[in-house]
């Protein structure tokens, strides 16, 4: 597993998946997308439509978070990751139309594995419990769709040093199978 620490911005996120590894830690800075549940849907709702969806996929970041209302001087209120295996129907979809990372908390499905590794993509995991923490890594956040949704629209976010681990890299490799071994190994 790795432990080396990188600064990246999503703009030469694509270089760089090659070399990262499970278990690194990454520094992202740039422009991400948050969405979730009910925003997923709405997305496969346009494709299924035939129309676009309201960002461009193709080398996009998707964090799936529904941040809380700003508190007095931040610009988003917390916003830790919500469980990514809710949106494990849709990622591969989205992975073969060019999504090249996503954020979040958990295990992957078999499925979005191999949609990773066949895409040349990765999953990073944010701290789970941390929202308030993470927030002050948002610099901007905007709504671009769906604002009916409240906390669970689209928002376009700029990110500043977000603080990553690699959960499952570009070949596949998860630290969730690390951690499962690490304890059928433990006394």
Same mark, same amino acid.
């Given at each position: 597993?790795?432990?080396?620490?990188?600064? @990246?911005?999503?703009?030469?996120?694509?270089?760089? @998946?090659?070399?990262?590894? =499970?278990?690194?830690?990454v520094?992202?800075?740039?422009?991400?997308?948050?969405?979730?549940? =009910? =925003?997923?849907?709405? @997305?496969?709702?346009?494709?299924?439509?035939?129309?676009?969806?309201?960002?461009?996929?193709r080398?996009?970041? @998707?964090?799936?978070?529904?941040?809380?209302?700003?508190?007095?001087?931040?610009?988003?209120?917390?916003?830790?990751?919500?469980?990514?295996?809710?949106?494990?129907?849709? &990622?591969?979809?989205?992975?073969?139309?060019?999504?090249?990372?996503?954020?979040?908390?958990?295990?992957?499905?078999?499925?979005?594995?191999? /949609?990773?590794?066949?895409?040349?993509?990765?999953?990073?995991? /944010?701290?789970?419990?941390?929202?308030?923490?993470?927030?002050?890594?948002?610099?901007?956040?905007?709504?671009? =769709?769906?604002?009916?949704?409240?906390?669970?629209? !689209?928002?376009?976010? &700029?990110?500043?040093?977000?603080?990553?681990?690699?959960?499952?890299?570009?070949?596949?490799?998860? !630290?969730?199978?690390h951690?499962?071994?690490?304890?059928?190994?433990?006394?």
């Amino acid at each position: 597993m790795g432990q080396r620490v990188y600064n @990246i911005n999503t703009s030469e996120l694509k270089t760089m @998946i090659p070399e990262l590894r =499970a278990g690194d830690r990454v520094l992202l800075s740039g422009t991400i997308y948050t969405a979730r549940d =009910a =925003a997923h849907k709405r @997305i496969f709702e346009l494709l299924e439509a035939g129309r676009q969806p309201p960002f461009e996929i193709r080398g996009a970041v @998707i964090y799936y978070a529904g941040p809380t209302p700003a508190r007095e001087g931040m610009v988003v209120g917390s916003c830790g990751p919500t469980t990514s295996g809710r949106m494990d129907a849709f &990622t591969p979809r989205l992975l073969d139309l060019g999504l090249l990372g996503m954020i979040g908390k958990g295990e992957r499905s078999p499925e979005v594995v191999s /949609a990773i590794v066949r895409n040349g993509a990765i999953y990073f995991c /944010a701290v789970g419990g941390a929202g308030a923490l993470i927030a002050r890594h948002i610099k901007s956040s905007e709504v671009i =769709a769906f604002p009916e949704l409240g906390c669970e629209s !689209i928002k376009r976010m &700029t990110v500043e040093e977000f603080p990553l681990t690699v959960g499952i890299d570009s070949r596949g490799t998860s !630290i969730y199978d690390h951690l499962k071994n690490l304890k059928k190994v433990s006394p």
